[in-house]
T-cell receptor, first 113, second 112 residues
Framework: NAGVTQTPKFRVLKTGQSMTLLCAQD?????MYWYRQDPGMGLRLIHYSVGEGTTAKGEVPDGYNVSRLKKQNFLLGLESAAPSQTSVYFC????????????FGPGTRLLVL | DAKTTQPPSMDCAEGRAANLPCNHS???????VYWYRQIHSQGPQYIIH???NNETNEMASLIITEDRKSSTLILPHATLRDTAVYYCIVRVQNNAGNMLTFGGGTRLMVKP
């Protein structure tokens, strides 16, 4: 049981490039979340999903898109990366609405030059 | 979600109990107190949560005052691996889209 995994662990992009971050969970959780964390700051929610085929915007969704085609995977896309998107990205999953605990992945460090 | 206030940093000797306070004076009746921690360069980790009764699990104990305006997370025998930033979060349960709002947290340094 690997829990929540994220790929890649680290990436450097040039401004304007695109990329997709992959989050996978093997706990059969319904809910999945993408957060970003900037230095010295807390987490900010980008997008989330309450089930396969559904997505919703969080606190800071601009510049990002997401997809949840399979229950176990939640993809975060950057269509045209900007230096302001340099951050550490964390994915999390949660079993159901009655189970509040979120389980986090190890993070993806993204540097946009 | 109710606002929380935590001291920015604390030290604790290895093997001793670490008591981390949190003030949440504007908490409402249906809001729970959650504690997470984040070890350097890792994702946040759930520790414990409670509504009004004290709670204990294999990681920690949570003491909530009778008026629910403050709480204390207790790590009974701190180890060097408990060095992390500890976040106290107050939130309503059973909300699918409710994100975790992390404040500044308390940076706990466990020293040998």
């Amino acid at each position: 049981n690997a829990g929540v995994t994220q790929t890649p662990k680290f990436r450097v992009l040039k401004t304007g490039q695109s990329m997709t971050l992959l989050c996978a969970q093997d706990m059969n959780h319904e809910y999945m979340y993408w957060y970003r964390q900037d230095p010295g700051m807390g987490l900010r929610l980008i997008h989330y999903s309450v089930g396969e085929g559904t997505t919703a915007k969080g606190e800071v969704p601009d510049g990002y898109n997401v997809s949840r085609l399979k229950k176990q995977n939640f993809l975060l896309g950057l269509e045209s990366a900007a230096p302001s998107q340099t951050s550490v990205y964390f994915c999390a999953s949660r079993e159901t609405v009655n189970q509040e605990t979120q389980y986090f992945g190890p993070g993806t460090r993204l540097l946009v030059l | 979600d109710a606002k929380t206030t935590q001291p920015p940093s604390m030290d604790c000797a290895e093997g001793r109990a670490a008591n981390l306070p949190c003030n949440h004076s504007t908490i409402s009746g249906n809001e729970y107190v959650y504690w997470y921690r984040q070890i350097h360069s890792q994702g946040p980790q759930y520790i414990i949560h409670g509504l009004k009764n004290n709670e204990t699990n294999e990681m920690a104990s949570l003491i909530i005052t009778e008026d629910r305006k403050s709480s204390t997370l207790i790590l009974p025998h701190a180890t060097l691996r408990d060095t992390a930033v500890y976040y106290c979060i107050v939130r309503v349960q059973n909300n699918a889209g409710n994100m975790l709002t992390f404040g500044g947290g308390t940076r706990l340094m466990v020293k040998p």
